[in-house]
């Protein structure tokens, strides 16, 4: 009797074993808690739902929602575990009301607009994304698609001066000069008719003061007239007339926001350009000019494959 209960009870490793398996399988049946992505901004549309809900297919764990600004409440009042996504400028105007609150990414915010709104201090609880092209990928372009051209003329003015360093450093490590001209006054076209007269292709800086509706014809005109082509400053004044630009659409966007919110908000980068991107080009002004039409794909191939990776 004695002996067939003894035969009958099973080893301490074997029970061991069992109760490690068994907790495993109980662990394994309690999925991991999702996170609460809310993205907010002052207006809902249909594009606003159609990237929510992309989102939200590429998170299928994790709770995703768009919710309008006027209904939130205070920043501070949020629960700290949400993850915020700001859509536009009014709703990061809403979030700076307060320090308190969850951590927050910025989508599409432009250098200029930071700029003038932090100087050089960004809050803490801020990640921005930003929305204009990086300069040095803008002047790698300008390099593949104009091999010839070594002078790059840029007009700016007060608010995108700040970049010129930036750009400078760029280009001496490509082998490029950057020749510039100050434009503080638009309905002066002296400044950007001397800047042409002294470079070799006009790459543009996303400065909505210098490059709008009201002075796309002037620049376009005044640049091609010469046979001189304009770079960037983005996809807009591609349509618009100039050779070529960088730019990240939705679905770029769409990337960039699934890694950046697959790491735990204090990793998140506190400035962001994306890496995930395309190439713009004007087949017909690459005619006019006598330029080889671009290959949209393998140039933005060729230029990310010349990106170092942090």
Not at 65 to 72: I, T
Not at 234 to 239: E, Q, R, S
Request: net charge neutral.
């Amino acid at each position: 009797m004695l002996q067939r209960l003894a035969w009958k009870s099973p080893p301490l490793g074997r029970l061991l074993v069992g109760l490690c398996l068994a907790v495993g399988c109980l662990l394994g049946a309690v999925p991991a808690q999702a996170a609460d992505i809310l993205l907010t901004g002052a207006e809902d549309s249909p594009g606003v739902q159609s990237f929510v809900h992309a989102l939200s297919e590429m998170r299928p764990a994790d709770s995703v929602r768009f919710q309008p600004l006027a209904s939130l409440p205070m920043p501070g009042k949020l629960p700290a575990g949400t993850r915020l996504i700001l859509l536009d400028l009014p709703s990061l105007d809403w979030r700076q009301q307060e320090a308190q609150g969850p951590a927050t990414l910025v989508l599409r915010i432009s250098r200029l607009q930071a700029r003038q709104r932090f100087e050089n201090n960004v809050p803490p609880h801020l990640s921005l994304l930003w929305s204009d092209p990086l300069l040095d990928r803008q002047l790698r372009l300008t390099r593949l698609i104009l091999p010839q051209a070594r002078r790059i003329g840029v007009l700016y003015d007060s608010h995108s001066e700040f970049l010129l360093n930036e750009l400078r450093e760029a280009a001496l490590g490509l082998g490029l000069e950057v020749v510039t001209e100050r434009w503080d006054n638009i309905n002066d076209s002296r400044p950007l008719q001397a800047l042409l007269k002294n470079c070799d292709v006009l790459l543009g800086l996303d400065d909505p003061d210098l490059y709008n509706p009201k002075t796309a014809k002037n620049l376009l005109l005044s640049s091609y007239s010469r046979q001189l082509a304009l770079v960037g400053p983005n996809a807009a004044f591609v349509k618009a007339g100039s050779l070529a630009s960088t730019y990240s659409d939705q679905s770029d966007w769409l990337q960039v926001l699934d890694e950046v919110l697959d790491l735990p908000p204090p990793s998140w980068p506190r400035a962001l350009y994306p890496q995930h991107f395309k190439v713009l080009s004007n087949p017909q002004v690459a005619r006019s000019l006598g330029i080889e039409q671009v290959n949209e794909t393998s140039v933005a191939t060729q230029l990310a494959e010349g990106e170092s990776r942090p």
